[in-house]
């Protein structure tokens, strides 16, 4: 499956066009999770590179963040039963990013 369609590759863009002008509080435009383990993100940004991601972050350790990821490195995850990251197909947002965060430290995982 294709993490990123061009459809979402350009919605990340397009947010992170406007976090440097402006808006920086997103929705999340796509939800990857491992499928046979507890990792799951929410982004918001791609990065002129095509490589660098924005979002919330949450490894299954209980300590969701926000941060950056590399889209290449999470293709190439394995995880334990050796399947591939998968995305959401389901997931639409219906808060910004903010909230999602404040919402997963609560909890100690992302709610989406």
Known sequence: MMLLTPAIRSQLRRNADLSVRRDRDHCPVVKLFT???Q?????TELAADGD???GLCDLG???PELGYASLAEIQSLRVPLGLLVERDRHFRADKRLSAYAEEARRHGRIVA
Do not use: K
């Open 39 to 43: 990792a799951t993100w929410l982004f």
């Open 52 to 54: 660098t991601l924005f």
């Open 35 to 37: 499928p046979d383990a």
């Open 61 to 63: 350790l209980g300590c």
